[in-house]
């Protein structure tokens, strides 16, 4: 289902109402001075808009939230140099001659799913630069890795915010950018608790910032974009299509993704831009994330650590749609390759663009017990269960989906089932990190996500 849309006229201005506001603050008054504890609610409720509206200047102010989720911290001035500038062309030069080849900016690009992309990308010739903030939500040291694998096969990656409009838009101009693969994202369910506003500032603040730069640009880039299952939700329909209704979000991670398909509606509508989003099924493999379930559970296994495994209501399994990282990068490669050009011009639109979205999922759940029955398989040791219900966190108990759209029009057909692909990523595991090395991966107090 397309985004939602939303509404077309931005030029109408409401009616001005006269009021008598002497009378009807005297009519209000009257009301809220009847007892004590009215007059304390009323207290109560000015400090709370005063502290909001104190935080929302203090983040304007400073350039507001970083990733890391630290009120105060601004995006420092970008100024490019000559070095950085010939290292950015470098990156985007493509090494191959045909006719539809491409000059990639990858944002997210040290992530675990922009990695993948980028060297995909890169071997097969196409030009790539990088963008990364590297923030902590989970060890930098493994992002830093896949940095240095990056650029060992000639990817510069750039370390800057996303928010950072002129580092952008110096992007665009040196590199001569064809297309956009937006992974850059603030991920994770259950961090929404904890750390909401770093949300907002990446998955809102920050689509909006590529698109208001991506719209400017002449010509015009197409841009693919990680949206998620999460925007599912609450749905009970299974499989999940594109076209059933995503307007449940059960986490604040869920309604930013959701939130960020309404937006690319909106630019697609007023700007000419073409916009694909995909949603991604819990993605796994080689360098990936460590907050996820399968990732979390190998470390604990090793260690002799008991591992929770969450039910849901009625003690049922939890199941996903567990899909391989090589498989979610065909896909990806392939909306690359679909992707029509924009039809906007120095801002302006001149045609209807293209504007779609896919699910992309392995669809075929696997319950979280049976991932954990194969991980002891090929980790050759059992683990210790803890059968705990699932709180409520944002998480949802199942998720399936139906890739019937992106089969046809994508050509995309996952083939690695969560056996074959587990076994992979419990060799590069082993490897990355050693056989019998007290590693530490850095989740502070962060749980897993399935």
Not at 17 to 39: C, E, L, Q
Not at 45 to 74: C, D, K, P, Q
Not at 296 to 320: E, M, P, W
Not at 423 to 447: A, N, Q
Request: net charge positive; charged share 20%; aromatic share 10%.
């Amino acid at each position: 289902m397309p985004p939602s849309t939303m509404q077309d006229s931005y030029t109408s201005t409401p009616r001005k109402m006269k009021i008598d506001r002497s009378n009807y603050f005297g009519r209000v008054a009257s009301r809220w001075h009847t007892t004590a504890s009215a007059r304390l609610l009323a207290c109560s409720a000015v400090l709370l808009i005063l502290t909001l509206f104190v935080m929302y200047r203090i983040s304007s102010i400073s350039g507001g939230i970083v990733e890391g989720g630290i009120i105060g911290r601004s995006v420092a001035a970008f100024k490019p140099t000559h070095e950085w500038e010939l290292k950015v062309r470098q990156s985007c030069v493509p090494k191959r001659l045909e006719e539809d080849v491409m000059v990639v900016l990858v944002t997210g690009a040290a992530g675990f799913v922009g990695t993948h992309v980028s060297l995909s990308l890169k071997k097969r010739g196409d030009g790539v630069v990088g963008l990364d903030n590297f923030n902590d939500y989970y060890e930098t040291s493994l992002k830093r890795a896949r940095l240095d694998l990056l650029e060992k096969h000639g990817v510069f990656v750039v370390e800057g915010d996303i928010n950072d409009e002129t580092l952008l838009m110096s992007l665009f101009e040196v590199g001569q950018i064809t297309h956009v693969m937006h992974l850059a994202a603030q991920a994770g369910v259950r961090y929404a608790v904890q750390n909401p506003r770093s949300y907002v500032h990446s998955n809102i603040a920050g689509l909006v910032n590529l698109f208001e730069v991506c719209k400017a640009a002449n010509p015009q880039p197409a841009i693919v974009w990680a949206s998620s299952s999460s925007v599912y939700g609450l749905n009970n329909k299974v499989p999940f299509s594109e076209s059933d209704r995503t307007d449940q979000p059960a986490s604040l991670y869920a309604a930013t993704k959701k939130a960020g398909e309404g937006i690319a509606h909106t630019y697609n509508h007023i700007y000419g831009l073409s916009i694909t989003g995909l949603r991604f099924f819990t993605v796994y493999g080689p360098w990936g994330r460590p907050d996820m379930a399968y990732f979390s559970f190998t470390q604990d296994i090793l260690r002799g650590k008991a591992i929770n495994i969450y039910t849901g209501s009625g003690g049922k399994d939890l199941a996903r749609d567990f899909t391989y990282i090589d498989d979610i990068v065909k896909g990806c490669m392939r909306a690359l390759d679909t992707a029509e050009k924009s039809t906007g011009s120095g801002g302006k639109k001149t045609g209807p663009a293209q504007l779609r979205v896919f699910n992309l999922g392995n669809t075929s759940p696997v319950t979280v017990p049976i991932l954990v029955d194969i991980l002891e398989k090929h980790l050759k040791q059992k683990a210790i269960r803890n059968i705990v219900k699932m709180p409520r966190n944002g998480d949802v108990p199942f998720t399936h989906a139906n890739t019937s759209s992106a089969q046809s029009q994508l050509n995309y057909h996952p083939t690695t089932n969560l056996d074959t692909g587990l076994r992979k990523f419990v060799k590069w595991y082993l490897s990355y990190y050693g056989v019998g090395t007290d590693h530490r991966l850095w989740l502070g107090d962060r749980e897993q996500i399935v």
